[in-house]
């Protein structure tokens, strides 16, 4: 593979000349294979493993106790782990092909850049300078020799005399500018555009380069087997980060229709690719999971990736509220009053924590309806609506809606 994504400095003309993006879609496409994997993995142990371990026959569980009980957590936290790895597959998924794209818009920059100059007979070094040949009216009975020049970044051809005001590469431009017209060699001009835009695709790739290299090292998971609070924070973070850094790429995906009714949210999705769809629902699962008209599975996987993640941010939030300070109440001549290190505390941390409880013990009942899938053939779970800062507001659906219509508010 080539060298970027490594981050290790600048790239040259030699490393951009030579790079194929197709390598980063290609190993994009190997993430999401991966991805897809995983959350296939993830519904086959919630929906269909564990329902077996539930399922009776002639009246009697095929486990029963604590072996039942033992072996229904260890499925749990093995579904888990297959969405942690499903929802941060599809987070490399975006950034690799986000970076692909961004290089191929660079490396179209060099292409063209060079094919001009092989039009014009110029020749490009192994660095990127460009060498020209000959030409010009003769002076003192002589054509004005050719040369080599060397590029810069951000070369903006412009009639525009110098402008004062200007920033030193508006000045620089300028200047050089003013060389071309002077230059006895009509080439010389030519060869310094082309230079630049040499320059200028080598400096869009490095950025590129250098903006994707930290990001994806961050995307990695700790070496264990437990998925905990900590690494759903991490991930949303991780989205945010990822999100954040691909606006050009995600730029070209149609977002949805503005207050879209069902038939214009699932033509909407209809008109998406299939990595389109991938990408949309790993960078916007809120905008996703709440979108009417679209495939209950769809909103579903984009719910509980925001359940995972808002779960384990409001149990991080609650675990870091100081304890009630005692004692509560203290005494005042003969009268007893609250405490100042009480009240302090009550006007902080007393609203937020009874929020904060309330939304967990909404989100514990979620989840015990996850985990009765299979109880007495009871239909796997469909999250069509979580949004714990709109009034708890959630639908579920007693199987898929999109077949059978069981939906509880």
């Known amino acids: 593979m080539a060298r970027a994504g490594a981050g290790d400095g600048p790239m040259d003309y030699a490393t951009l000349t030579s790079l194929n993006p197709s390598e980063f879609e290609d190993a994009a496409g190997g993430y999401k294979t991966v991805g897809d994997m995983a959350g296939q993995a993830k519904d086959d142990v919630e ?5 077996s371990v539930r399922k009776t026959t002639d009246g009697q569980s095929v486990l029963e106790g604590h072996a039942a009980d033992a ?4 499925l749990r936290k093995l579904a888990t782990n297959f969405h942690y790895t499903q929802v941060e597959c599809a987070l490399i998924t975006t950034a690799l ?8 818009a660079a490396k179209d920059k060099l292409d063209a850049a060079v094919e001009d100059a092989e039009a014009q007979k110029f020749t490009v070094g192994p660095d990127g300078s460009v060498s020209y040949p000959a030409a010009g009216d003769k002076v003192d009975g002589k054509v004005p020799e050719g040369g080599t020049v060397t590029g810069s970044a951000k070369g903006k051809p412009t009639n525009q005399p110098i402008d004062p005001t200007g920033d030193a590469n508006d000045a620089a431009d300028a200047l050089e500018r003013q060389a071309a017209n002077i230059h006895p060699n009509p080439n010389f001009g030519r060869a310094v555009a082309i230079a630049n835009r040499i320059a200028q695709a080598v400096y ?25 609070a900590e690494d759903w924070i991490d991930a949303k973070k991780d989205t945010r980060e990822v999100r954040s850094g691909a606006k050009e790429y995600l730029g070209e995906i149609k977002p949805p229709p503005k207050d879209g009714d069902p038939k214009s949210n ?12 991938a990408d949309y629902i790993s960078m916007h699962p809120d905008s996703v999971g709440n979108l009417n008209g679209l495939p209950a599975d769809v909103r579903d996987e984009a719910n509980r990736a925001i359940f995972e993640e ?3 941010e409001y149990q991080t939030q609650y675990k870091n509220i100081p304890e009630e300070p005692k004692p509560k109440y203290v005494s005042s001549g003969r009268a007893m009053r609250y405490s100042d290190e009480w009240l302090e505390w009550r006007q902080k941390y007393e609203g937020r924590r009874a929020h904060l409880k309330s939304a967990l013990e909404g989100m514990k009942a979620i989840q015990k309806r996850f985990d009765r899938t299979g109880e007495g053939g009871l239909p796997e779970a469909y999250l069509l609506r979580f949004d714990p800062n709109d009034d708890g507001r959630v639908v579920l659906a007693n199987g898929n809606p999109d077949t059978a219509d069981h939906t509880a508010l």
């Open 71 to 74: 072996a229904v957590t260890q």
């Open 266 to 277: 699932a033509d909407w999705w209809k008109g998406l690719s299939e990595q389109e769809k």
């Open 204 to 228: 869009d790739a490095t950025q590129a380069d250098e903006k994707w290299a930290p990001k994806l090292r961050t995307l990695k998971a700790d070496d264990d087997l437990s998925v905990a």
């Open 97 to 104: 092909n986000s970076l692909a794209y961004e290089l191929r």
């Open 47 to 51: 929906n269909r493993i564990i329902a």
């Open 310 to 312: 808002k779960r384990a």
